[in-house]
């Protein structure tokens, strides 16, 4: 029932749903209060409204925007309150007291304060907002971009402001109870005071030096840094704050490139879910300011994801414009007719090359280049299950989509026979739930059926917890558990808190990499993960989402995988390792692996599950598994060779297009020169005339 009710109120958890309960309740315990009347009880109600408010804030809560959407907003509740303290007083026959008059025009002068101080906190923010806002550029040394206001004043602004009523509010109450105005009027003096204090500490932020350079003086200033920097491949990014783990899976290869990289974002919410980085990161929200920015020296651009507003660099003729995706998989996505427009399309593997030839939609095959999938270098090869654990499945469901199609993902259909049967398995595996984070974005179904798989492997990990058969080791486990305090302790040191990051301007001036910093935070995270695992124990199911661990790292410690048609699989295929995909189209399965190349190699469950058997029997006797030459071959099919690596193809693959490149901006400036038509040199020619190379 508190599950439903979760979901229904769209609340994070039952404390949160708890709270919204006790606000709800609170202002008709006001009410109730007021009439009686009984100052104590209104005490007691204005205690709990108060504290619940600020958690639901606090919580960021969902059930807070919808409020302000209903006219029953943060200042809304606010003024109810005040209104009801007043009728509390003219209840108790104090409406001819001066304490009376003095609470009315208390609280109207404190609401006459939050115009000035809205409108000042507008300006300041509309002043400290950044035309493009950056890290690891260093703009702090071109331009002076001053500090925010301190103490957190435009932190959650309105609230604290509101929340200066409460001296008034604690003085008025006392004054009723005590049948004496001094306590009244003490609170409403210091309530206005510290209202007007609010208000005139602000004011300096709007004038002088406290006011960051215009938008033109800033944008200058990026130029002046691209013009030294002189980035050579650009990764550009443009999606919603769930897609950020699109770009975020290329941020250590741009770090490997051999040439100098630069990360280009156009919306804010990216950069603020920005994993971290060693790249110089610029994000430009301003299609304008992006195509006036100076990018000349920019040979090669890297496209994650196909989006409108990639338009406003593949425009500029002077770089190579390459597709790169987010994944590679037999979704629809990896043949999108759009990527026609790019100049080339790299690809994992021939598998991706077969993809376009087949779809047909306008991609020319010399336009398809294999690079590997650099992203999977962490992906251990697997040696079989290690002597005295049992096996461990992932069950790694991709979301629902946009389009409803049954097909896209097995946890609408499958879900939770596949994780019964897993959890029912004889001899026991363990099993890990892994949710692809879009679940439940389009359709509540998956995101119902998401809520029983979940249920289910947390009731199987209670149970088995108490199960004689798996004994835990309590020394490791609590070592472990004590590692994860202090790691994240350290984490957190090193990363700052949320005090600590300051608003754009000033982490655009501030938010320079510390390398030592940064090379220390890589190997605790590294830390993070070996002691996560093993204070969970080799045989504890789980359900794991969030960011860490990260899906590599869950891949490592599994024996095995069911998944449906996404790059998951075709990721997963890197370590060798058994997997099955569910067909929840029934289609057949030879139909389904005539259409899905990354299925070749896989148990193909139907949406009962009753294949698992096979997966099963494949990690527990890898001798005797049928497929394990076919994964061999398909890895290599869909990911390409393992020499030279990926980051070394994939590097030869920018130098050679930038070659391509600056081959033809140089016969466009000869063209130009001699004033006839372009005819661009060889590439061979250019080496020869470019002093620089040999």
Same mark, same amino acid.
């Given at each position: 029932?508190?599950?439903?009710?979760?979901?229904?109120?769209?609340?994070?958890?039952?404390?949160?749903?708890?709270?919204?309960?006790?606000?709800?309740?609170?202002?008709?315990?006001?009410?109730?209060?007021?009439?009686?009347?009984?100052?104590?009880?209104?005490?007691?109600?204005?205690?709990?409204?108060?504290?619940?408010?600020?958690?639901?804030?606090?919580?960021?809560?969902?059930?807070?925007?919808?409020?302000?959407?209903?006219?029953?907003?943060?200042?809304?509740?606010?003024?109810?309150?005040?209104?009801?303290?007043?009728?509390?007083?003219?209840?108790?026959?104090?409406?001819?007291?001066?304490?009376?008059?003095?609470?009315?025009?208390?609280?109207?002068?404190?609401?006459?304060?939050?115009?000035?101080?809205?409108?000042?906190?507008?300006?300041?923010?509309?002043?400290?907002?950044?035309? +493009?806002?950056?890290?690891?550029?260093?703009?702090?040394? /071109?331009?002076?971009?001053?500090?925010?206001?301190?103490?957190?004043?435009?932190?959650?602004?309105?609230?604290?402001?509101?929340?200066?009523?409460?001296?008034?509010?604690?003085?008025?109450?006392?004054?009723?109870?005590?049948?004496?105005?001094?306590?009244?009027?003490?609170?409403?003096?210091?309530?206005?005071?510290?209202?007007?204090?609010?208000?005139?500490?602000?004011?300096?932020?709007?004038?002088?030096? $406290?006011?960051?350079?215009?938008?033109?003086?800033?944008? @200058?200033?990026?130029?002046?840094?691209?013009?030294?920097?002189?980035?050579?491949?650009?990764?550009?990014?443009?999606?919603?704050?769930?897609?950020?783990?699109?770009?975020?899976?290329?941020?250590?290869?741009?770090?490997?490139?051999?040439? /100098?990289? =630069?990360?280009? *974002?156009?919306?804010?919410?990216?950069?603020?879910?920005?994993?971290?980085?060693?790249?110089?990161?610029?994000?430009?929200?301003?299609?304008?300011?992006?195509?006036?920015?100076? *990018?000349?020296?920019?040979?090669?651009? =890297?496209?994650?994801?196909?989006?409108?507003?990639?338009?406003?660099?593949?425009?500029?003729?002077?770089?190579?414009?390459?597709?790169?995706?987010?994944?590679?998989?037999?979704?629809?996505?990896?043949?999108?007719?759009?990527?026609?427009?790019?100049?080339?399309?790299?690809?994992?593997?021939?598998?991706?090359?077969?993809?376009?030839?087949?779809?047909?939609?306008?991609?020319?095959?010399?336009?398809? +280049? %294999?690079?590997?999938?650099?992203?999977?270098?962490?992906?251990?090869?697997?040696?079989? +299950?290690?002597?005295?654990?049992?096996?461990?499945?992932?069950?790694? #469901?991709?979301? %629902?989509?946009?389009?409803?199609?049954?097909?896209?993902?097995?946890?609408?259909?499958?879900?939770?026979?596949?994780?019964?049967?897993?959890?029912?398995?004889?001899?026991?595996?363990?099993?890990?739930?892994?949710?692809?984070?879009?679940?439940?974005?389009?359709?509540?179904?998956?995101?119902?059926?998401?809520?029983? +798989?979940?249920?289910?492997?947390?009731?199987?990990?209670?149970?088995?917890?108490?199960? #004689?058969?798996?004994?835990?080791?309590?020394?490791?486990?609590?070592?472990?558990?004590?590692?994860?305090?202090?790691?994240?302790?350290?984490?957190?040191?090193?990363?700052?808190?949320?005090?600590? $990051?300051?608003?754009?301007? %000033?982490?655009?001036?501030?938010g320079v990499v510390d390398l030592a910093k940064y090379e220390e935070i890589a190997r605790l995270r590294a830390e993070w993960n070996d002691a996560y695992w093993t204070s969970v124990g080799t045989f504890e199911h789980r359900v794991i989402s969030g960011a860490e661990p990260r899906l590599y790292d869950c891949f490592n410690v599994s024996d095995a995988m069911v998944s449906?048609?996404?790059?998951?699989?075709?990721?997963?295929?890197?370590?060798?390792?058994?997997?099955?995909?569910?067909?929840?189209?029934?289609?057949?399965? @030879?139909?389904?692996?005539?259409?899905?190349?990354?299925?070749?190699?896989?148990?193909?469950?139907?949406?009962?599950?009753?294949?698992?058997?096979?997966?099963?029997?494949?990690?527990?006797?890898?001798?005797?598994?049928?497929?394990? @030459?076919?994964?061999?071959?398909? $890895?290599?099919?869909?990911?390409?060779?393992?020499?030279?690596?990926?980051?070394?193809?994939?590097?030869?693959?920018?130098?050679?297009?930038?070659?391509?490149?600056?081959?033809?901006?140089?016969?466009?400036?000869?063209?130009?020169?001699s004033g006839e038509a372009a005819s661009p040199p060889s590439a061979e020619a250019h080496l020869s005339a470019d002093p620089t190379v040999g």
């Amino acid at each position: 029932m508190i599950s439903t009710a979760i979901r229904v109120a769209r609340v994070g958890s039952a404390a949160e749903l708890a709270a919204a309960a006790l606000m709800m309740l609170g202002y008709p315990a006001l009410m109730l209060a007021a009439l009686v009347p009984s100052v104590p009880a209104f005490a007691a109600a204005t205690v709990v409204t108060y504290v619940a408010d600020h958690y639901l804030h606090r919580q960021a809560s969902y059930l807070i925007n919808r409020l302000s959407k209903v006219r029953a907003g943060l200042s809304i509740r606010f003024l109810i309150r005040q209104l009801l303290l007043i009728l509390l007083l003219a209840r108790m026959d104090l409406s001819d007291n001066l304490i009376f008059y003095g609470a009315i025009a208390c609280f109207i002068a404190f609401y006459g304060l939050q115009a000035p101080h809205g409108a000042v906190v507008t300006l300041i923010r509309n002043r400290r907002r950044m035309p +493009v806002a950056t890290r690891n550029v260093d703009l702090g040394a /071109r331009i002076h971009i001053p500090d925010a206001p301190k103490f957190g004043l435009l932190e959650r602004s309105a609230e604290k402001m509101l929340h200066l009523d409460l001296f008034a509010v604690v003085g008025l109450l006392i004054s009723a109870q005590l049948d004496s105005a001094v306590a009244g009027f003490i609170g409403i003096g210091i309530t206005l005071f510290l209202g007007t204090l609010y208000v005139v500490a602000l004011l300096p932020y709007i004038r002088g030096t $406290k006011i960051p350079p215009t938008p033109e003086v800033i944008l @200058e200033a990026v130029d002046d840094w691209l013009h030294e920097y002189k980035p050579q491949t650009v990764l550009c990014f443009s999606g919603s704050k769930d897609s950020a783990y699109q770009v975020n899976m290329w941020l250590e290869t741009m770090e490997q490139l051999d040439t /100098r990289p =630069l990360v280009l *974002l156009r919306e804010r919410v990216i950069l603020q879910n920005l994993a971290p980085t060693k790249a110089p990161v610029i994000c430009v929200p301003g299609g304008v300011h992006l195509m006036n920015m100076d *990018l000349s020296s920019v040979r090669v651009a =890297l496209y994650a994801a196909n989006v409108g507003k990639n338009i406003h660099l593949l425009r500029v003729p002077t770089m190579k414009h390459v597709f790169i995706g987010h994944g590679d998989s037999d979704k629809l996505a990896s043949v999108n007719p759009f990527s026609k427009v790019y100049d080339e399309v790299w690809t994992a593997g021939r598998a991706g090359r077969d993809r376009y030839a087949i779809a047909d939609v306008g991609v020319r095959d010399d336009d398809i +280049v %294999e690079v590997g999938r650099p992203q999977l270098a962490p992906i251990q090869t697997w040696q079989g +299950v290690p002597e005295g654990r049992i096996p461990t499945v992932l069950y790694a #469901p991709t979301w %629902e989509g946009w389009d409803n199609d049954p097909g896209n993902t097995s946890l609408l259909l499958a879900g939770e026979n596949i994780v019964k049967k897993l959890l029912k398995a004889d001899p026991p595996v363990r099993v890990l739930y892994k949710p692809h984070p879009f679940t439940g974005t389009v359709s509540s179904a998956a995101g119902s059926a998401h809520r029983k +798989v979940t249920a289910l492997v947390e009731k199987a990990a209670i149970e088995r917890a108490s199960d #004689p058969r798996f004994q835990v080791d309590a020394a490791a486990q609590t070592k472990a558990k004590a590692d994860l305090a202090r790691i994240e302790a350290r984490i957190s040191e090193l990363s700052g808190g949320p005090a600590d $990051k300051g608003d754009e301007a %000033e982490l655009t001036r501030d938010g320079v990499v510390d390398l030592a910093k940064y090379e220390e935070i890589a190997r605790l995270r590294a830390e993070w993960n070996d002691a996560y695992w093993t204070s969970v124990g080799t045989f504890e199911h789980r359900v794991i989402s969030g960011a860490e661990p990260r899906l590599y790292d869950c891949f490592n410690v599994s024996d095995a995988m069911v998944s449906d048609i996404s790059s998951v699989v075709s990721d997963f295929i890197a370590s060798g390792k058994p997997y099955a995909v569910t067909d929840s189209a029934k289609l057949g399965v @030879e139909e389904f692996k005539r259409q899905n190349t990354a299925v070749r190699a896989a148990v193909i469950l139907s949406n009962k599950a009753a294949e698992l058997g096979e997966l099963l029997a494949a990690v527990r006797t890898p001798d005797a598994d049928p497929m394990a @030459e076919d994964r061999k071959e398909l $890895k290599e099919y869909l990911l390409g060779p393992d020499e030279p690596t990926s980051i070394e193809q994939f590097n030869t693959a920018v130098e050679n297009l930038a070659l391509k490149s600056e081959t033809r901006n140089v016969g466009q400036e000869r063209a130009a020169a001699s004033g006839e038509a372009a005819s661009p040199p060889s590439a061979e020619a250019h080496l020869s005339a470019d002093p620089t190379v040999g």
